[in-house]
């Protein structure tokens, strides 16, 4: 898959079969979209090629700083890499490109730019300026300039049951089993190891402090959780935390994780990490004993559901 920044610098060297989208989670979903997209250009000697935007519209038109995304812009690369696309365009979204009418964006972009045959999209999408633009005018569209389009068709996506929304609210309630569900794969963060206060090594569990550069990434809701990363082709369990460390009086968030049978440096390292199931709510214990004792029950707790993901 090549990843091309702005349609301006996309060359078609013939047709393409075309999808649209944020396609943020790249959850089941979307993959249903994707693959379809795939084996059509296939059948039909053509490009596939997925657009999508960053930042995501609403960061740019309601200056909304509060929406979380499941996928940093990275992520969303990675896993569009396994699908077998051809082409993934990342067009910067602005307000200039925002002013685009349906008309402009489909003769401008889909036509002119990337030599659309098919246009591939999801139940009820709209595009184009104040998202003027739906299905009804795409057939229009397709007439006036030789391009097919072809929906898939609300009872599919109904089937399926899924969508970027339903995924966000699973995370936030720390329902991970029905978030990953929904992803087909587990949910992950990826963040760069950071010096922390230290308190895990003194009670026998040190940790890693994640720090995550992209403000927009959704973090799970607070507590304890079962996760799993890769380090030098290695599989490691281990528990995460996510929260203020009330019992030593913490006052901002941290993501610090103990990997199980680990102790060698990671500092200043990226590391992924997959988060498997949840374990408990953030408590405030009265001493560092009964924290101590609480994590050893969670240790224990991980360990037992690890089994199953091995």
Do not use: C, W
Request: aromatic share 10%; hydrophobic share 35%.
């Amino acid at each position: 898959m090549e990843v091309i920044e702005n349609y301006k610098n996309f060359t078609a060297t013939k047709k393409s079969v075309v999808t649209i989208g944020t396609f943020d989670g790249v959850h089941i979903g979307h993959q249903k979209i994707i693959e379809q997209l795939v084996h059509t250009a296939k059948k039909t000697n053509s490009n596939s090629v997925l657009l999508t935007f960053f930042p995501h519209p609403r960061m740019v038109l309601q200056k909304d700083n509060s929406i979380k995304l499941i996928n940093t812009i990275a992520e969303r690369i990675e896993l569009l890499k396994h699908t077998g696309l051809d082409y993934l365009i990342i067009h910067p979204f602005d307000k200039e490109f925002s002013r685009l009418t349906a008309l402009e964006f489909v003769r401008t972009i889909l036509v002119n730019h990337i030599n659309t045959s098919e246009l591939i999209i999801g139940y009820d999408h709209r595009f184009g300026k104040n998202r003027e633009g739906n299905f009804e005018q795409l057939l229009e569209f397709g007439h006036m300039y030789d391009f097919k389009v072809n929906e898939i068709p609300a009872q599919d996506i109904n089937n399926i049951s899924v969508s970027s929304t339903k995924i966000r609210k699973a995370l936030e309630v720390a329902n991970i089993k029905q978030a990953n569900k929904y992803l087909g794969q587990p949910y992950s963060l990826t963040g760069k190891v950071v010096t922390g206060k230290r308190l895990g090594n003194t009670i026998g569990y040190p940790t890693a402090n994640i720090e995550i550069e992209e403000t927009y990434k959704l973090i799970p809701k607070k507590g304890a959780y079962l996760v799993r990363t890769n380090i030098n082709n290695t599989v490691l369990f281990g528990m995460l935390n996510i929260g203020v460390n009330p019992t030593v009086n913490g006052d901002s968030q941290t993501i610090e994780v103990h990997l199980f049978n680990f102790n060698e440096d990671l500092y200043h390292q990226k590391l992924t990490i997959e988060f498997l199931d949840f374990i408990r709510d953030e408590q405030k214990f009265d001493s560092i004993e009964l924290l101590k004792e609480q994590l050893a029950k969670d240790k224990a707790k991980s360990l037992d559901l690890a089994v199953s993901y091995s």
